[in-house]
T-cell receptor
Framework: NAGVTQTPKFQVLKTGQSMTLQCAQD?????MYWYRQDPGMGLRLIYY???????DKGEVPNGYNVSRLNKREFSLRLESAAPSQTSVYFC???????????FGSGTRLTVV | EDKVVQSPLSLVVHEGDTVTLNCSYE??????LLWYKQEKKAPTFLFML????IEKKSGRLSSILDKKELSSILNITATQTGDSAIYLC????????????FGKGTMLLVSP
């Protein structure tokens, strides 16, 4: 989606491998988010960042770490991937009150 | 903990029908309720409803917020096959820092 770019779009990992999902916004908005989406579970918040240099846990943070090095970029890291982390991951930026969030196009991750 | 329940979970209608999707919520210090449409990839923003804006309309889509009943409906009139998607409801609270809590979604299929 225009405005939030995620890479990669697809990834297959073996159990125990690590990887980082990248996310970048083309605006200078403060808030950014990482969600995962599983069938029948909706979107669940993993971590969020209210501003550059700050991060907080969401509903399902276990097994993940995040990094907000600058205002544009918010990355999600899996240190030791597990099959339970097979999911579609969405990064989003907050567009301010009354405008909701803009989501990236997602990363489909499979852990075997 | 904020909670959002959507119903029905799935729905099949014929082109031209009118559909009503439901969303109920429990949230600390309600701030807003948002509706998103998700086709193959990322959710796209439809409406935001707040205490000062309880009804929104855009073309064939409309939404109403009932703050007494802690619920919202999304109406789609004269449905088209292009309306087939997952419709997500989310609420934003105001307990410290705002994040969105999503429901599990309603999968709508419009058959020709």
């Amino acid at each position: 989606n225009a405005g939030v770019t995620q890479t990669p779009k697809f990834q297959v990992l073996k159990t125990g491998q690590s990887m980082t999902l990248q996310c970048a916004q083309d605006m200078n908005h403060n808030s950014m988010y990482w969600y995962r989406q599983d069938p029948g579970m909706g979107l669940r918040l993993i971590y969020y960042s209210a501003s550059e240099g700050t991060t907080d846990k969401g509903e399902v943070p276990n097994g993940y770490n995040v990094s907000r090095l600058n205002k544009r970029e918010f990355s999600l890291r899996l240190e030791s991937a597990a099959p339970s982390q097979t999911s579609v991951y969405f990064c989003a930026r907050g567009d301010g009150f009354n405008y909701g969030y803009t989501f990236g196009s997602g990363t489909r991750l499979t852990v075997v | 903990e904020d909670k959002v329940v959507q119903s029905p979970l799935s729905l099949v209608v014929h082109e031209g029908d009118t559909v009503t999707l439901n969303c109920s919520y429990e949230v600390t210090n309600f701030r807003s309720l948002l509706w998103y449409k998700q086709e193959k990839k990322a959710p796209t923003f439809l409406f935001m409803l707040t205490s000062s804006g309880i009804e929104k309309k855009s073309g064939r889509l409309s939404s109403i917020l009932d703050k007494k009943e802690l619920s919202s409906i999304l109406n789609i009139t004269a449905t088209q096959t292009g309306d087939s998607a997952i419709y997500l409801c989310a609420v934003e609270g105001d307990s410290g820092y705002s994040t969105l809590t999503f429901g599990k979604g309603t999968m709508l299929l419009v058959s020709p």
